[in-house]
Nanobody, 125 residues
Framework: QVRLVESGGGLVQPGGSLRLSCAVS????????MDWYRQAPGKQRDLVAT????????YADSVKGRFTISRDNAKTNTVYLQMNSLKPGGTAVYYC??????????????????WGQGTLITVSS
């Protein structure tokens, strides 16, 4: 079964840095896009950053210049979110998300949309 496994959350001081990772477990999966979303307490879930299969990236305006999404070249289905200059009040649950195709057999691909379990980032002094 294909699923997303996140790691790297925790407590960080304002102005600090943290790196999240997201890996696709299970083989025969090719993603179109891998994304990071975040959901602050009482707020909606918002898109933070996207990386496409061709390595192009997009960011929410609120994180441009501070966050970087990247892919592990040795592990093509693993992406990272480097977060710098984290802001006070930036506490949120970060979710990894992907859409892509799972090769079921030599002739059949199945579309999958997956979410990670979420990892809590607490920004506090």
């Amino acid at each position: 079964q294909v699923r997303l496994v996140e790691s790297g959350g925790g407590l960080v001081q304002p102005g600090g840095s943290l790196r999240l990772s997201c890996a696709v477990s299970g083989s025969n999966f090719t993603y179109y896009n891998m994304d990071w979303y975040r959901q602050a307490p009482g707020k909606q879930r918002d898109l933070v950053a996207t990386i496409l299969h061709n390595n192009s990236t997009n960011y929410a305006d609120s994180v441009k210049g501070r966050f970087t999404i990247s892919r592990d070249n040795a592990k093509t289905n693993t992406v990272y979110l480097q977060m710098n200059s984290l802001k006070p009040g930036g506490t949120a649950v970060y979710y990894c998300h992907t859409e892509g195709l799972e090769a079921v057999d030599n002739y059949t691909n199945k579309y999958l949309e997956l979410w990670g379990q979420g990892t809590l980032i607490t920004v506090s002094s």
